[in-house]
């Protein structure tokens, strides 16, 4: 993985952190946007620290709004001395922001709940994508990568503006792939299944019993790790997948599959 760079939106816990710690153990360079405060403000500070020691310093995590054009273009000029005259071989999607309500009761969803939760969630992936292309730092071999829910298709408690969002990140993917395919740049979306992160706590209060019953429904009998998803990211990573464009692609022990 010589001078090859992944950049993760969405580093600091989760996904986006299990995500980084493979690349990093892989010899790539982590280039990591979070948005905490707090006690997870400091985890983010050792997890840059741990990345550190894996890959021989090629980290730099940023706490900004990674879905702002201000902090992207504010960023670009570091991002470029990182990354050199290597390549960005992953621009990864791993944010979690968004209303976690219905659309009508107990209050009306927002027009800015709206606009906001497909901004981040979706629409700030194919700016990331123009930016980083006109760097020519996406180049052959490349892969734009976002991760999906269920969600994307069902309708869920609590996750109207999320689902919708979700639907938009698929398609989002899909049109960057179809457009850059011919670069030998792909994009796709992975659909995990349900994780214990911090996000899913915000989504219900009632997040431990829906671990419990996707246990049951899963035909693994397990939920998902945000380890499950950084081992199929790192797949995605071999030549061996270049041909893999425009796909959800999923990773979730079949629990879609599953009543
Ligand atoms: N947890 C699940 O069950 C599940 C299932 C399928 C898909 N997903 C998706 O996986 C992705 C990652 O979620 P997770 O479960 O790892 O959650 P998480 O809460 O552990 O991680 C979210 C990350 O997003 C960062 N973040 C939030 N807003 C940001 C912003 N504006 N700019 C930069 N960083 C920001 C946080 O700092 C954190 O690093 C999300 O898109 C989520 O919808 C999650």
Redesign the pocket.
């Known amino acids: 993985m010589k001078n090859k760079w992944a950049i993760v939106?969405?580093?600091?816990?989760?996904?986006?952190a299990a995500i980084s710690k493979q690349l990093a153990s892989e010899g790539m360079g982590i280039i990591g946007?979070?948005?905490?405060r707090g006690a997870i403000k400091k985890e983010a500070q050792e997890l840059e620290k741990e990345i550190a020691l894996m890959n021989g310093a090629k980290v730099k995590f940023w706490n900004e709004?990674?879905?702002d054009k201000e902090v992207m273009f504010k960023r670009m000029p570091e991002i470029s001395d990182l990354v050199g005259s290597g390549q960005v071989k992953l621009l990864m999607h791993?944010?979690?922001?968004g209303s976690t309500t219905n659309f009508f009761e107990p209050t009306p969803v927002r027009q800015r709940q709206m606009d906001m939760t497909q901004h981040?969630?979706a629409h700030c992936l194919i700016y990331w994508t123009q930016a980083l292309l006109e760097k020519k730092f996406l180049t052959n071999g490349s892969r734009i990568v976002g991760?999906?829910?269920e969600g994307s298709y069902k309708a869920m408690e609590g996750y109207g503006p999320v689902g919708v969002a979700k639907a938009s990140l698929e398609a989002v993917v899909r049109q960057i792939g179809w457009e850059l395919g011919k670069q030998g740049i792909t994009a796709n979306t992975i659909q995990?299944g349900?994780?214990p992160?911090?996000?899913?706590t915000k989504i219900s209060e009632d997040w431990e019993k829906w671990v419990e019953t996707t246990k049951e429904r899963n035909p693994m009998k397990r939920v998902t790790t945000?380890e499950d998803v950084a081992g199929l990211v790192s797949l995605l990573m071999s030549d061996k997948a270049d041909f893999v464009n425009c796909s959800t692609i999923f990773c979730d022990g079949g629990e879609h599959r599953s009543l």
């Open positions: 939106l969405g580093c600091s816990t989760g996904h986006g946007f979070h948005l905490d709004n990674a879905a791993s944010i979690a922001f981040v969630m991760l999906t829910s995990a349900i994780t992160t911090r996000a899913l945000p």
